[in-house]
């Protein structure tokens, strides 16, 4: 069950990876990207060769990483490989194969644990992706826990996963629906949320990086704060941003959950995960019922399984987690240092290239305190109507409200665009979207 | 001509930089709201009617340039048209923007300002915007 594998690299990059010895395939990156991570943006830090879709559509300027992350070949080479060589339902088979798909599924859970910081492997819960982590904490802690009265607080920046999640969780409980409200450069007001933390206060819900604007959180500082004032409260941390992004120590972070999204970093969708504290998990009822998360069935009564799979309720979606792992070991390959560093770099390119063009305006904080996102709006012209015509250059942005509602009020728009960044975008792509905000600027400037 | 010039014609900027129409209608008999939750695009369009025919109609909202140009050709499109007509000016609108009924050799000038939305059919992702007036129309006099 090693983890440490020989990897034979080839020479040239994105070429398809020689396989380990009767194991799963390599999931590191070609060699090009640990020289590329010391060069400058001008390159990709994991080259395109690297991620079929992208080879394949070499004009593509794909700046929609937020919402969704290319794939990796070695994460769907992992994926298939499952399938083709180690496949049957896990926890089940009392047969060689069905063991071999199990120690897969394990590893994988013990691959994803690493890289998030999670000494007890167990804690790290499998979900189908972010929102269903939240929904999860929401539904099992809360119904356990929340009682009327009692108060939740969320930010006026969270993604409807978590806003809405625990603003429907308070309603059924009984309980107070508390925002924290925003700085105007779309940080969280930390004085408003500290006066909203008091002994009443359950649960504290808020985004390590907003999705909309890319605000990076002081989560070492609220949880500080929370701590002190609010001594009763939980603490849910919507990683969706900031697995793929920074690099993420579940333990030292100090919050009680942490919730993320396998496909925005490089795995495949429906996949994703929640940590937990054991003890709060140990004490939380199930979230949902059925196979493998049983321990004995009496016909009266039921007892539940060992955690994590008290809380992974039927056959468990063990190829995604495979895949998962692979795309965990393709960004560890690369460092996430070095991935933070380069996003953190185009992200300035980015955004002084598009404050360049008259009538632009950025939003959220310096370039520097965001992660690779740029959201801004282009006077005179609809967000919908500039995406429509960046696809025209073969950029790919997002347009809209992002799952943003609340913040998009508290910016006092409709909707903004979003240009985002991931280890695979160059300065090449920052010059295709400015070259592109420009051309929508001479439609609409007039 | 590109596709984006056809999709972003000078009539269809016109319309949505100075929108006709806009406003809240006294005295309304029906009206009804349009949303597109993907985008955040929000219409809500009043019509006073006088018999079956369309005597004052009037739209607010926002949204992108085709929602609000849309919105703003529609309400001069069917000022003072019966329910049949409007019905008719409507799937002839629809199969233009959806590309199943495309502009005729010499139609342009007798459609006026709805022709030029024929370009909408090249960007399927943006059929929706063009659409959701006039389906809050048909809300409205209860034909949806």
């Keep these: ?446 | 001509m590109t596709n984006l010039d056809s999709l972003y014609q000078e009539v269809l900027l016109d319309h949505y930089r100075k929108p006709r129409n806009k406003g809240v209608l006294e005295g309304a008999t029906a009206q009804a709201d349009g949303r597109n939750p993907l985008c955040g695009d929000e219409v809500n369009v009043a019509v006073t009617m006088e018999g079956d025919r369309v005597a004052a109609v009037k739209f607010t909202g926002q949204g992108c340039s085709i929602s609000q140009a849309s919105a703003s050709v529609m309400t001069q499109l069917v000022d003072g048209k019966s329910e049949a007509e409007i019905e008719a000016l409507f799937e002839r609108f629809h199969g233009l923007v959806t590309g199943t009924a495309p502009l005729a050799e010499g139609e342009a000038k007798q459609l006026g300002a709805m022709a030029a939305f024929a370009g909408v059919s090249k960007y399927p992702t943006r059929v929706k915007c063009a659409t959701m007036s006039w389906h809050t129309l048909r809300k409205a006099m209860g034909h949806e």
């Design chain 1, 1 to 446: 069950m090693s983890e440490t594998k020989v990897i034979a690299r080839v020479a040239v990059p994105g070429v398809r990876k020689e396989q380990t010895d009767g194991a799963a395939p390599s999931s590191a990156p070609s060699p090009a990207a640990a020289d590329a991570a010391a060069s400058s943006a001008l390159h990709a830090l994991a080259p395109r060769a690297d991620f079929p879709l992208l080879a394949a559509n070499p004009d593509l300027h794909y700046l929609d990483s937020a919402a969704t992350a290319q794939k990796p070949r070695v994460v769907l080479d992992a994926i298939r490989d499952y399938y083709e060589t180690s496949y049957a339902n896990p926890h089940r088979g009392a047969y060689r194969l069905s063991h071999a798909a199990t120690e897969r599924f394990h590893q994988a859970r013990a691959t994803v644990a690493r890289f998030l910081g999670v000494a007890d492997e167990a804690t790290l819960i499998f979900t189908r992706g972010t929102t269903d982590a939240i929904n999860l904490v929401a539904a099992a802690w809360g119904a356990a826990n929340l009682e009327e009265g009692d108060e939740v607080v969320v930010t006026g920046m969270d993604h409807h996963a978590n806003f809405v999640t625990w603003q429907r969780t308070a309603q059924e409980a009984g309980a107070h629906f508390r925002i924290a409200e925003l700085t105007a450069d779309v940080r969280i007001d930390l004085d408003h949320l500290a006066s909203l933390l008091n002994d009443r206060t359950r649960a504290v819900a808020f985004p390590h990086i907003s999705n909309a604007v890319g605000t990076i959180n002081p989560v070492a500082e609220i949880v500080r704060m929370v701590r002190e004032k609010a001594p009763r409260a939980v603490i849910v941390l919507d990683g969706a941003q900031s697995a793929p992004h920074l690099a993420v120590d579940f333990a030292s972070l100090g919050v009680d959950f942490y919730a993320f999204s396998g496909h925005k970093m490089g795995g495949p969708m429906g996949s994703g995960g929640l940590i937990g504290r054991r003890a709060l998990l140990e004490a939380m009822p199930p979230y949902q019922t059925g196979g493998d998360m049983i321990e004995f069935v009496h016909d009266d009564r039921t007892t539940w399984n060992v955690l994590p799979y008290k809380f992974e309720a039927g056959t468990p979606n063990s190829a995604d987690a495979v895949g998962l792992a692979a795309a965990c070991d393709y960004l560890s390959a690369i460092g996430m240092a070095n991935v933070r560093a380069h996003e953190q770099s185009l992200v300035v390119a980015m955004s002084e290239a598009l404050a360049s063009i008259p009538g632009v305006t950025v939003f959220g904080p310096p370039a520097t305190e965001r992660s690779g996102v740029v959201s801004f709006a282009l006077a005179g012209a609809h967000p919908h109507d500039l995406a429509t015509i960046l696809d025209e250059h073969a950029v790919c942005i997002r347009a809209g409200h992002h799952c943003c509602q609340p913040l998009m009020r508290r910016l006092g728009v409709s909707a903004t665009a979003r240009a985002s960044i991931g280890a695979y975008t160059t300065l090449d792509d920052v010059r295709a979207i400015r070259e592109a905000v420009a051309a929508a600027a001479r439609v609409f400037g007039g």
